[in-house]
């Protein structure tokens, strides 16, 4: 089948915006291509952030693009190196953690914003915490100091005039296995910890813990894009149009997300996607907003780099108006948003 004047002209135009210094008549042939299979990364024990992925499977929004795609299944946290590797093209990840491997040299584009909401800060039910501004002092449990559950407090903590990081720094962070958490906070190794959902919420629902920082509702944060879509940028490079495909699919899946959270909520807990109750995963899907953006990729990545260079996390010397550019790229073919 030949291919469209725009489909062309748009992988000449990825080529030249994307690979400076890369052959571009042979990744324009590649372009051209649609015999490239895309490799998603997905955790092993997904989370409510994946919905779209998951429903993109289920209501073969994939295959309705013509997209040739297989899955790959990973452990939490491991897929910034599975994308270095090329072992996978696309996944999904929290923007605060990727703002300082990015800063660090890591080799990724970013086209599409998912959603908002998703990282909660939790005390025990009894705690005489009642707010952010309480945990001075105290002892925070995160499961890596690079964590979005990390990230996210530290800047609710810095807009309140507080030191998250450094020398004098107003609070003391702990790390534990994500798993354990729970427990570190139940036997009070640590005043609060981390979690993003649905773990945050089944220990909630259980009455073992209450919210302090919910980015799902933070002023300064609830209209945030908190998760986004990296891709490999040398398959962003040789396929354009098979990520294109891609995100045109998973805009279409987040969209389904949005005006249907109960549906999809039965149907990525029933079929094992991500653990917890079907009804409060659904409780917790309806505080988020699946309005995926490619503009609002923008917006988070420069709001990210710029608060976590404020807080120490971002080294003072990067340029960070040049890290928005060079991370930030919106794909041919691919709508701003489908709202």
């Known amino acids: 089948m030949k291919k469209s004047v725009f489909a062309v002209l748009a992988a000449c135009l990825l080529v030249q915006g994307v690979c400076a210094g890369g052959k571009k008549e042979g990744a324009a042939q590649a372009a051209a291509s649609d015999d490239y299979t895309l490799v998603i990364g997905l955790p092993v024990t997904g989370g409510l952030c994946e919905a779209p992925f998951y429903i993109a499977i289920e209501k073969g929004f994939y295959d309705a693009e013509g997209l040739k795609w297989k899955e790959f299944k990973m452990d939490a946290g491991t897929a910034m190196n599975h994308l270095t590797t090329g072992a996978i093209d696309v996944t999904n990840n929290l923007l605060a953690t990727l703002i300082q491997p990015?800063?660090?040299?890591?080799?990724?584009?970013?086209?599409?914003?998912?959603?908002?909401?998703?990282?909660?800060?939790?005390?025990r039910a009894d705690s005489p915490i009642n707010g952010p501004r309480d945990l001075k002092g105290k002892k925070?449990?995160?499961?890596?100091?690079?964590?979005?559950?990390?990230?996210?407090?530290?800047?609710?903590?810095?807009?309140?005039?507080?030191?998250?990081?450094?020398d004098g720094a107003d609070v003391e962070w702990v790390i534990y296995p994500q798993t354990e958490l729970p427990l570190a906070l139940e036997r009070g190794l640590v005043d609060a910890i981390g979690l993003g959902d649905p773990a945050a919420s089944i220990i909630e629902n259980e009455g073992k813990a209450r919210v302090i920082i919910n980015n799902a509702t933070d002023h300064n944060l609830k209209d945030e894009f908190c998760c986004v879509t990296p891709v490999r940028t040398a398959a962003l490079r040789d396929h354009p149009e098979a990520i294109a495909k891609f995100l045109r699919a998973i805009q279409k899946a987040s969209k389904w997300v949005q005006e249907n959270p109960d549906e999809a909520a039965r149907i990525i807990t029933e079929?094992?996607?991500?653990?917890?109750?079907?009804a409060v995963n659904a409780q917790v899907l309806k505080t988020y907003s699946y309005k995926a953006s490619v503009s609002q990729a923008q917006v988070a990545i420069d709001r990210n780099a710029r608060e976590l260079q404020q807080i120490g996390i971002v080294k003072p010397d990067v340029d960070v108006a040049a890290l928005v550019k060079n991370t930030y790229y919106a794909v041919p073919g691919v709508p701003d948003s489908l709202f």
Do not use: E, F, M, Q
Not at 140 to 157: E, F, Y
Not at 271 to 278: E, N
């Open 102 to 123: 990015i800063a660090n040299g890591l080799d990724v584009k970013i086209p599409l914003a998912l959603h908002t909401g998703c990282v909660k800060t939790l005390v």
């Open 140 to 166: 925070i449990g995160v499961a890596s100091l690079n964590s979005s559950t990390k990230v996210i407090p530290s800047r609710v903590l810095a807009s309140l005039g507080l030191k998250p990081d450094g």
């Open 271 to 278: 079929k094992k996607y991500i653990a917890g109750d079907v």
